[in-house]
């Protein structure tokens, strides 16, 4: 018989997001009624259609395929030149950041990226996470044999915490210890925190003091609209030395089901061997992709670049502007309600502090019972999250209007 790997055994009950789904099952079963009236603002999915230049951009891929003089089979395995050499410029050369062609790798979205970088790296490492924080970049060091087993508070023995708190405004400072790897996320999911160029360059500072790795995930990028917040990691100075950038097509592309986003790996990010030999992770990041996967289908590619065609970038800032639109909206209305609301000015979610001391799941079931709306509990991301709960601005308008109009009955439930 064949043996299984025991670290998924120290994982706690369920992932968050299918916990949340098992309880809103069982609503649905007891309230058929109520269920019709049903509103997700939990999961951060996207529910407006594809951007138009993307659709016939993958339309003409298909019909490519369909011909002997076009068709292609497999393709680089890091992604077809022709979205990396647009991704390097559009995104980074053009905004004065240096990033090669060939420092771009492209992939299937940066949630599977943020635990495929665990194949490179360490077990030895000590992994910082912030607190609270996407579930994934927790699970992802578990089930790698990264941690020790499970405390009663759901946190990890092996894990350095840095704790994201209304009065470090859910932006940690770097700790006075040695840390190894530490993921970082901003615009922030779940809080909705954006870090200053200052608070950035902090970081940076202590990962070149400490010869650390700093995990970048920058996923919700697009929807920063204040000119001073950093949208890469790289717009510090000193970055390209101690980072690499996680980012995704899901959330500015609408592609969470079509699947696309990309890792930057800079070539000047080194790594220790127990030996004491400084190496580069760039081509061992590159021997991973080509030994474990064939990169993103062609026609998800083209798709992919098309969202920075002048009218692909047009119709991804009406789907951001739309979200950011129900954003402020659902803000406001939380505020109105007399709930303590962070986050929702330059990200899609708004961090919601619980009334009454109620806790993140008691307030859940609150929200899914009297306004039959469905939420986040902030536990859910981890210690720190208790006693808040997140709203997804991810929605159409009309969902987010009636929202809107129920939160404000919430004062007398």
Same mark, same amino acid.
């Given at each position: 018989m064949a043996y299984l790997n025991e670290n998924y055994l120290k994982l706690q009950a369920g992932y968050l997001f299918p916990e949340v789904a098992r309880r809103v099952r069982a609503f649905y079963q007891a309230n058929p009624e109520a269920a019709k009236r049903l509103i997700r603002c939990g999961i951060g999915d996207v529910t407006e259609p594809l951007p138009r230049a993307a659709i016939e951009a993958m339309k003409r891929a298909v019909d490519e395929l369909g011909c002997r003089e076009t068709f292609r089979g497999y393709g680089p395995e890091q992604g077809y030149e022709f979205l990396r050499s647009t991704i390097a410029q559009r995104d980074y050369r053009d905004r004065n950041i240096e990033i090669a062609d060939d420092e771009i790798f492209v992939s299937d979205g940066s949630k599977c990226d943020c635990g495929h970088v665990l194949d490179i790296l360490g077990g030895q490492n000590k992994v910082a996470v912030p607190d609270p924080a996407y579930p994934a970049y927790v699970d992802a060091n578990v089930m790698a044999g990264h941690t020790g087993q499970v405390r009663q508070d759901g946190s990890y023995e092996g894990i350095h915490y840095l704790p994201c708190t209304a009065e470090n405004h859910f932006v940690p400072e770097p700790p006075n210890e040695h840390l190894d790897l530490v993921y970082l996320c901003f615009p922030n999911n779940p809080t909705g925190a954006v870090a200053s160029q200052g608070q950035l360059s902090r970081w940076v500072d202590y990962a070149r003091e400490?010869? &650390?790795?700093?995990?970048?995930? &920058?996923?919700?990028?697009?929807?920063?609209?204040?000119?001073?917040?950093? +949208?890469?990691?790289?717009?510090?100075?000193? &970055? +390209?030395?101690?980072a690499m950038e996680f980012r995704s097509f899901s959330k500015n592309g609408g592609f969470t089901g079509v699947r696309c986003g990309f890792t930057v790996m800079p070539k000047t990010v080194l790594a220790r061997t127990g030996d004491g030999r400084r190496l580069p992770l760039h081509p061992l990041w590159q021997r991973r992709w080509s030994t474990k996967s064939n990169s993103v289908s062609y026609p998800v590619q083209r798709g992919a670049e098309a969202l920075y065609s002048d009218d692909g970038r047009k119709q991804v800032r009406a789907l951001i502007d739309h979200y950011m639109g129900n954003a402020k909206l659902l803000r406001n209305a939380a505020a109105d309600a007399g709930l303590e609301a962070f986050g929702g000015l330059n990200a899609p979610y708004i961090w919601v502090k619980t009334p009454e001391r109620l806790t993140s799941w008691e307030m859940f079931d609150r929200m899914? +019972?009297?306004?039959?709306?469905?939420?986040?509990?902030? &536990?859910?991301?981890?210690a720190q999250g208790e006693g808040y709960f997140r709203i997804s601005a991810f929605n159409s308008r009309e969902n987010a209007e009636e929202v809107v109009r129920r939160l404000k009955t919430l004062q007398s439930c």
């Open positions: 400490h010869d &650390a790795l700093l995990l970048f995930d &920058a996923a919700y990028e697009a929807y920063i609209f204040d000119p001073e917040i950093p +949208r890469s990691i790289f717009e510090i100075p000193g &970055a +390209r030395e101690c899914l +019972r009297q306004l039959n709306v469905v939420i986040t509990p902030g &536990a859910g991301f981890g």
